[in-house]
Nanobody, 125 residues
Framework: QMRLVESGGGSVQSGGSLKLSCAAS????????MAWFRQAPGKEREGVAF???????RYADFGKGRFAISRDHSKNVVYLEMTTLKPDDTATYYC???????????????????WGQGTQVTVSS
């Protein structure tokens, strides 16, 4: 089982940027598919970005062109770089891992079984 710890959240103004980190332990991220999700108060958890073991990525439509997922194998860390942030991006952001899953469900929370505790992102207008 992989343990995941997110960091890097905070409060920014609209148009600002943040880079979230997800430190993994217990297993190597190079053998897992990794993803970022977010959940705003009163809303369902939704997929944000995904990266498979080959480096192929997928993004939710709201994140295309603004968000970028990356990973550093030497540090066993996955990142989510977010730019041009909007108030609608306010949410708790979670890192998740799975050993393998259908690409169709890359951004479906139900296909992931290892989760971090989340990090809060607040964007003010």
């Amino acid at each position: 089982q992989m343990r995941l710890v997110e960091s890097g959240g905070g409060s920014v103004q609209s148009g600002g940027s943040l880079k979230l980190s997800c430190a993994a332990s217990g297993a190597s991220i190079s053998t897992y598919e990794m993803a970022w999700f977010r959940q705003a108060p009163g809303k369902e958890r939704e997929g944000v970005a995904f990266m498979d073991t080959k480096g192929t990525t997928r993004y939710a439509d709201f994140g295309k062109g603004r968000f970028a997922i990356s990973r550093d194998h030497s540090k066993n860390v996955v990142y989510l770089e977010m730019t041009t942030l909007k108030p609608d991006d306010t949410a708790t952001y979670y890192c998740a891992a799975r050993s393998w899953g259908a690409t169709t469900f890359a951004l479906s929370q139900h296909t992931y079984y290892d989760w971090g505790q989340g990090t809060q992102v607040t964007v003010s207008s």
